[in-house]
């Protein structure tokens, strides 16, 4: 798994711009779907198990953070803006890749007080160009982290964890997933960084009587962080709140059962900030009870997230058994 | 109002915090079912109660909305001491809450019951000394349930919901002070609505609602209205009365009639229809103005499926998102009096008459 978890963290994607993701996941999930398609917004959509049966939907999304161009100064140097949350202490000395795989590096305007932390604005990227003329990049060009999968054994660190490890997540669920009672729709979502609006669309086209989205949380198990009970390696965890979102209480005590039953590891997840696909689920159409089953994941957001390979494959495992029996919220 | 006093103080001291209503939404169905003709649940956990109209089918309908859920709390962790840690489910305004007391709803080891608590706040020289003298934040708060941490950490699980514990009181002047009269001020409106069609009939179907989840995002009216798609919404929501401090311009007299607010979010005829009817009933009301978001269900209902013209009701409340909300009770009988009048008035071809010039 983890050779995936690498393959699909190493490609570029940012939010709307997932051509290049969605054709490593097509070529993986292919032989396991009953059926593929890809609907216009861009979405991944693959059918398993049984037709007529319960509609699940399952989402994870593919996109990820990034930045756009949106000046090129006479000397080739590029302002940029944010796709989806990256804050600036990120970025600087930070790499990236554009999408013709054009790298770049980041500096920051001149400050007096070297300590400060730089605005967006006042961060640029270099690829090396001595004047605008010989600058291959264009305003509107993407670009998203450069940062390689790095394996350290039981914890797992790339850039885009958030959400390739869901995406992974699913394909490894897919792959494990000899039979299901369920019409299951594995949807790879789009644009999940800018507003869930992938997902927003896809459930409303798949109306699904059920949705569980596939996502990371934070943790509270490093120094000095923000109080919360979630730690690395102790199981995935069953999102309970977050910031957008309460989840369906049918849904989490269905997922519990599911992880006690099966003797799997589980958390129990409040998060304060951050939502997921779940949340537009929930409010697709005349409401879909959804939840979510998070990888926790420390450094979400940075170029470096961190989650526990334990914790992956139990979130297989957990996904795996709850389709492949029958269920009644 | 002798008879709608026990249901409301019955409302107000159950739980039944956002996404968790079930214990109100069966307090409201079995006053509801026998005051309408079929009752059941949404998706989600919306109680839609419909009355039958008489005009031949397909009818309009109207759908009447106000949310049940409460704002509360939630344990995130316990510390080293047995002290729960707690965020909020909906706004919950921290400055009230030291010295409250509440209810731990424990779900672990010996299935669920309640512990009653109390929330505690450290010491100022316990605090990070940025905090000062101010208002301590939710994050330093703690829950004490006065048990030892091996015990706590047994019955008590992260995600446990904290209910206010208080209970309804009324106070002089036929007020009433408790928690989560936002919004149940309002389904308790909605019960007297309900009442008084008894024995009358109407052209339009009726959809009372109590919809779940308005205090996390106007859930439960966003996926209602569009499973009803109702021709026309009314919804029934609190608003700022005119309590110590307040000014002149945002707020409204407790005990003078509801507002009835306008603005982009309100379909201006569907508006002026209940402004008329007020007058006519010599229902006394203010007129509210929101310019932007209501911050209430009828922001949602407005662009449910194709888009639903949507008027909004309010009832003047002091203290909003405390434990001790106070409400006038004269007020909630004439929105309930105002709403029946509404619904019984509506003629088949209204719609037809609302259109964008008057």
């Given at each position: 798994m983890k050779r995936l978890i690498q393959t699909l963290t190493e490609t570029f994607s940012p939010s709307g711009y997932e051509g290049a993701i969605r054709d490593v996941i097509r070529k993986e999930v292919k032989p396991l779907a009953a059926e593929l398609r890809v609907d216009a917004l861009g979405n991944l959509i693959a059918r398993k198990g049984t037709k007529g049966g319960k509609r699940i939907m399952i989402a994870g999304h593919m996109d990820e953070i990034g930045l756009i161009v949106n000046h090129v100064d006479e000397n080739g140097f590029l302002r940029f803006t944010t796709?989806?949350?990256?804050?600036?202490?990120?970025?600087?000395g930070g790499r990236v890749r554009f999408m013709d795989g054009t790298p770049g590096v980041i500096g920051t305007d001149f400050s007096k007080d070297a300590g400060r932390l730089p605005a967006v604005d006042q961060c640029f990227i270099d690829i090396g160009a001595t004047s605008a003329g010989d600058c291959p990049i264009k305003v509107g060009d993407v670009c998203a982290f450069e940062r390689p999968f790095l394996d350290l054994g039981k914890r797992l660190v790339a850039k885009s964890m958030d959400d390739r490890i869901g995406c992974a997540v699913m394909i490894e669920t897919m792959r494990a997933l000899k039979s299901s009672p369920h019409e299951v729709y594995f949807v790879f979502s789009t644009q999940e960084e800018v507003g869930l609006r992938g997902a927003q669309t896809a459930t409303f086209g798949l109306d699904p009587e059920i949705g569980i989205s596939i996502d990371v949380t934070l943790t509270g198990d490093t120094p000095k962080a923000r109080q919360m009970a979630v730690s690395l390696g102790r199981g995935p965890a069953i999102k309970i709140r977050d910031g957008g979102m309460l989840a369906d209480p049918r849904v989490v005590d269905w997922m519990i059962r599911s992880a006690e039953k099966a003797r799997l590891p589980y958390q129990r997840e409040v998060l304060e900030g951050g939502t997921t696909d779940a949340k537009a689920m929930q409010v697709s159409r005349a409401g879909v009870p959804a939840g979510c089953i998070s990888i926790p994941s420390r450094y979400v957001h940075s170029p470096s997230e961190m989650v526990d390979h334990d914790d992956v494959q139990n979130a297989v495992k957990l996904l795996t058994t709850m389709l492949s029996k029958p269920v009644e919220l | 109002m002798p008879e709608l006093l026990p249901f409301l103080k019955d409302l107000l001291s159950l739980p039944g915090l956002s996404s968790y209503e079930e214990p109100v939404a069966k307090a409201i169905r079995t006053h509801w079912a026998p005051l309408v003709d079929e009752v059941g649940l949404s998706r989600l956990g919306s109680l839609h109660g419909l009355r039958k109209g008489t005009a031949k089918s397909p009818r309009p309908a109207l759908m009447i909305c106000t949310h049940m859920d409460a704002i509360g709390l939630m344990v995130t962790g316990i510390t080293s001491g047995g002290f729960l840690h707690i965020t909020q489910v909906g706004g919950v305004d921290p400055r009230v809450l030291p010295g409250q007391l509440v209810e731990v709803h424990a779900s672990g080891e010996g299935g669920t019951k309640i512990l009653p608590g109390v929330v505690a706040q450290p010491p100022g020289r316990l605090l990070p000394p940025e905090l000062d003298d101010g208002p301590v934040p939710l994050e330093h708060l703690l829950v004490d349930t006065g048990l030892p941490e091996r015990q706590v950490k047994a019955v008590v699980r992260v995600g446990d919901l904290v209910s206010f514990a208080s209970r309804p009181v009324e106070l002089a002047g036929e007020t009433i002070a408790g928690h989560t009269l936002d919004n149940r001020a309002s389904v308790a409106a909605l019960t007297v609505c309900l009442e008084e069609l008894q024995g009358r009939s109407h052209a339009w179907d009726l959809w009372a609602v109590a919809s779940v989840q308005e205090e996390v995002g106007l859930i439960g009216a966003q996926t209602s209205a569009y499973a009803l798609q109702p021709s026309l919404a009314l919804v029934v929501d609190v608003t700022f009365a005119k309590g110590p401090g307040a000014n002149d311009w945002e707020t409204f007299p407790l005990g003078k009639g509801p507002t009835l607010v306008m603005g982009p979010n309100i379909h201006p005829a569907a508006h002026k229809a209940l402004k008329d009817l007020a007058d006519r009933l010599e229902i006394p009301y203010a007129i509210e103005y929101a310019?932007?978001?209501?911050?209430?269900?009828a922001h949602a209902t407005q662009v449910a499926a194709d888009g639903i013209p949507t008027a909004l009701l309010c009832i003047p409340l002091r203290y909003m998102h405390t434990p001790v909300e106070v409400v006038a009770l004269k007020d909630i009988q004439r929105v309930g009096r105002l709403m029946a009048e509404f619904t019984a008035g509506l003629a088949p071809d209204f719609m037809d008459t609302i259109t964008w010039d008057n």
């Open positions: 796709i989806g949350g990256i804050r600036p202490h990120t970025l600087t | 310019p932007r978001h209501t911050g209430t269900d």
